[in-house]
């Protein structure tokens, strides 16, 4: 009987330390589906995607048919020294697009789309009632057909979606090599780069509420593997060589349906603090904040 009570603890405790964030987890990747199904139904965002398209096309396409043109067989071939059966092949072809999406974010990403990035981001905010954090940084008008992207104003502060990081394009390139091994080697990867590349889809909302360097890091720490778990699938998605640019800008409207939620919840739990009562060390006195 003694230790039947720690077994049950144990048991008990299951739902909270093993069910609980796993199931986290998975929520935070659904946004990056809500974001695909956001975008489509909600036209308003179609002329942002219109505006990059063309030249995206282009360029990816540019990068992408001179790496496998040049790069793929050789890669392949070195693959082969290491790899049995097949598995060069598939992961010559994902080390090519990691190739290319790296490429790709240092000459277009980081320097064309965030601008889209942040309008897109700052427009489902409006959408859902959360204006009063866009005005900060920059005019809101109250209406334009009801069209969020059309009420925005020129930013008046610095406005970032993500930074450009030339940490995150290093450990990118010098985790390339993972794929070398057969068949673990993509997935390991991806989540490693996921790591780095999760949080950075929240810059904008940490910058929107001011949130310092120390601010920044206790947020990221409480929900380190969801971040991971979205970064992971959002750098899968960028490897999708028809459709990276279009999840380029889902992705901007999943952090922010994911930073609505939030938000939501940080509002309701400073509310809760404020009404809740403190009690002094004196008995029988209490303090309604």
Same mark, same amino acid.
Do not use: C
């Given at each position: ?126 959408? $859902? ?24 104003? $020129? ?39 996921? !790591? ?30 969801? !971040? ?35 938000? $939501? ?25």
């Amino acid at each position: 009987m003694p230790q039947s009570q720690p077994q049950q603890s144990v048991l008990r405790n299951i739902p909270k330390v093993v069910v609980r964030p796993a199931w986290d987890n998975i929520v935070a990747v659904t946004y990056l589906i809500k974001g695909i199904v956001f975008f489509i139904a909600h036209p308003f965002l179609y002329p942002l995607l219109k505006a990059r398209l063309i030249p995206a096309i282009l360029l990816s396409t540019f990068i992408l048919s001179n790496l496998f043109i040049w790069t793929f067989l050789p890669q392949v071939a070195f693959l082969a020294l290491f790899h049995k059966t097949g598995s060069a092949w598939v992961n010559g072809t994902f080390l090519v697009l990691g190739e290319g999406a790296a490429v790709v974010a240092i000459l277009f990403e980081s320097f064309l789309v965030d601008e889209s990035q942040v309008d897109i981001f700052d427009a489902v905010l409006i959408y $859902k009632g959360y204006e009063d954090l866009v005005r900060q940084h920059r005019p809101v008008a109250e209406d334009a057909l009801n069209d969020p992207v059309r009420r925005l104003g $020129k930013p008046t502060r610095s406005s970032v979606y993500a930074p450009f990081s030339f940490r995150q394009i290093a450990e990118f390139i010098l985790l390339l090599p993972i794929n070398f091994i057969p068949y673990v080697g993509v997935p390991v990867f991806l989540l490693l780069t996921g !790591y780095r590349a999760g949080p950075l889809q929240h810059w904008r909302y940490f910058q929107l509420l001011g949130y310092d360097r120390k601010q920044r890091s206790a947020v990221i720490g409480r929900r380190r593997w969801q !971040y991971t778990w979205y970064g992971t699938v959002y750098l899968f998605l960028q490897l999708v060589p028809p459709f990276s640019m279009f999840f380029l800008l889902t992705a901007s409207v999943s952090s922010a349906l994911w930073a609505v939620d939030l938000e $939501k919840l940080r509002r309701d739990q400073e509310a809760r603090l404020i009404q809740a009562p403190q009690y002094t060390d004196e008995p029988d006195a209490t303090v309604i904040v």
